[in-house]
């Protein structure tokens, strides 16, 4: 009998058939269990290079996301800080209204309470940190950036000692001294002197008479040295005629850009009238009612204005900004780093070409403005309420007024300025970070279309393939049993 050759049907070849699609089946099945449509990178093939590349520039824009939250998180704490130290800043400015002394001086206690508070309050403040992170220091956050209270305050080269030091050296403490001028009376001549090559005390700037009666002349008493000490000669030649001034021009310690006039007229009433000199009977007598009178002001002011004006200086002395040396008497009160743009201290990479800058240090402007003026009226002890608290009180006001005034907003380092430039920050991350997200999306979608299974497409496929399998083994099985033998 014959025996028909298996080659008359090709088993091998159906069987490797269906293998090729029970793997098939396979995948599909993990396709659907997984949802990603390759396993491997060997597996995507040409589509490998576009995975990747896809992937790489998620990858950065989460990175930059990063970033972009870590300067959220800081800038939330700039914008809450910086709103307080505003309204701190016009806390300052409602301590310092003229003439308001309160029932039987009240205001003046309330006013050095109130500063002490606040500058406690904005000390704080500035010594904000996140997470062990110093905010206002600068790039330099890993120590507070601001001394405490009491080391400013009352430590050994506090600012207490400092303003008591200072006030010293601008008062004078030689008899007749006021303010550091040296005045004399010799016949008809007043003269007017600085006891010294020093930025202490009151400093001559000018003066001036009108009439025929009164000369007046100023200059160096060393023409060799014109910056030096100055004096100033006021002569009466004959007697003056009612209405004749003698208009005197100094400077104080805090400002010494800024003249202030004091003018004094003859006058022949009783009793003689505020800055006014009696004439009399002759020259001499003329000079000397002009000199007392020259005398007193110095004296009211040296106790008031001067006193006042000195207690500034000390403060400009102690809370130094932004590039100034530390005055070796002072206690360092700023610790953080010390940086001409404080912005740029601090920077993060928010996307591929941007960078923001949000960096802030507390001896800025604003901040020093702000604790200057708090500090003045802290260490000014104003009661009980009489002329010369009143008179001292007054001179702070008018300083205070100026040196936190609205219309220092717009200066460098003020803290309305740190806000804005803050704000334009932030408003750039914003921008930045929509970007991202909606790029981001974008990104996720092409990568989803390379990468993804589509969960419907791969189940009908997969009941398609399961079909022709199961056909396939069918087919295998019946052909399996056609031999010539079983058909004779």
């Known amino acids: 009998m014959t025996i028909i050759n298996k080659s008359l049907y090709p088993v ?6 269906i ?3 029970h793997k098939k089946l396979e995948n599909l099945q993990l396709q659907l269990a997984t949802g990603n449509r390759y396993n491997t990178l060997s597996e995507m093939g040409s589509d490998r290079v576009h995975d990747i590349n896809l992937r790489g520039r998620l990858s950065r824009i989460e990175g930059y996301q990063s970033n972009i939250l870590t300067v959220e998180n800081r800038l939330s704490f700039y914008t809450n800080g910086l709103q307080r130290l505003d309204d701190i800043e016009g806390d300052a400015r409602a301590l310092a209204v003229p003439n308001a002394y309160g029932t039987d001086g009240i205001n003046l206690t309330n006013a050095r309470n109130q500063a002490t508070n606040l500058l406690k309050e904005t000390i704080d403040i500035l010594n904000t940190d996140i997470t062990g992170q110093f905010i206002f220091g600068g790039n330099k956050s890993d120590t507070k950036p601001v001394a405490s209270f009491d080391e400013i305050m009352n430590g050994p080269n506090g600012f207490v000692r400092y303003t008591q030091n200072r006030n010293s050296e601008d008062m004078g403490t030689a008899a007749g001294n006021s303010g550091r001028l040296n005045q004399a009376l010799a016949g008809s001549t007043i003269s007017l002197t600085e006891d010294g090559d020093h930025d202490f005390g009151f400093k001559i700037a000018s003066v001036t008479a009108t009439g025929t009666a009164i000369s007046a002349a100023s200059g160096p008493i060393d023409p060799a040295f014109p910056d030096a000490e100055q004096e100033m000669t006021i002569t ?18 805090h400002d010494r850009d800024t003249v202030r006039y004091f003018t004094f007229t003859a006058t022949d009433t009783d009793p003689v009238p505020a800055n006014g000199f009696a004439v009399g009977a002759d020259a ?3 000079a000397a009612n002009l000199n007392a009178v020259i005398a007193g002001k110095l004296e009211s002011l040296t106790k008031t204005d001067m006193r006042s004006s000195s207690t500034y200086a000390a403060a400009d002395g102690f809370f130094n900004g932004i590039g100034e040396a530390q005055d070796p008497a002072a206690s360092a009160w700023y610790r953080g780093q010390d940086s001409n743009n404080p ?6 990479n928010i996307d591929e070409n941007t960078k923001t800058q949000y960096g802030v240090q507390a001896n800025e402007k604003g901040f020093v403005e702000l604790i200057k003026g708090l500090a003045v009226f802290s260490v000014s002890e104003l009661s009980p309420l009489d002329a010369e608290n009143a008179g001292r009180y007054d001179a702070l006001v008018s300083i205070q007024r100026s040196r936190l005034s609205e219309d220092n907003n717009a200066q460098p380092g003020a803290i309305e300025v740190i806000t804005m430039e803050l704000g334009i ?6 921008t930045v970070k929509e970007r991202h997200s909606q790029y981001g999306a974008q990104l996720e979608t092409m990568l989803a279309e390379i990468a993804s299974a589509p969960r419907e497409e791969v189940a009908m496929m997969l009941l398609t393939l399961q079909t022709q399998l199961q056909a396939s083994y069918q087919a295998t099985a019946m052909a399996s049993q056609l031999t010539l033998v079983n058909f004779l």
């Open 284 to 286: 001499d007598e003329t």
């Open 236 to 253: 009466a030649g004959s007697v003056a005629a009612v209405g004749d001034t003698v208009t005197v021009g100094v400077t104080f310690p």
């Open 425 to 430: 920050a932030s408003s750039t991350v914003n």
């Open 19 to 21: 293998t090729s699609m």
């Open 12 to 17: 091998s070849s159906t069987l490797s058939t």
């Open 343 to 348: 912005r740029q201290t601090v920077s993060a």
